[in-house]
């Protein structure tokens, strides 16, 4: 090969290097970004989960006193 065919063959695969770290940074943003979006649902999932545990404590609660109140039949 003469020197200017391996001169653009290195100037291609620098520019390619150079795309690759590019991508790499990227990709790493994006599974930072995902492990973020993964412990906010987690968070959210957790809050659902005590608020249905809390409603059903007041299903409860109000069940109990209808009884004790003779609002309802059974």
Known sequence: MTGE???L???HLKRFQT???RFEERLDTMGADM???KQHM?????SEASQDQEI??????LERI????????S
């Open 19 to 21: 795309q690759m770290t």
């Open 35 to 37: 492990r973020a979006m």
């Open 5 to 7: 065919t391996e001169n």
């Open 56 to 61: 059903a404590s007041i299903k409860v609660q």
């Open 66 to 73: 209808e009884r004790r109140l003779e609002l309802r039949d």
């Open 42 to 46: 987690a968070a959210f999932m957790g």
């Open 9 to 11: 063959i290195l100037e």
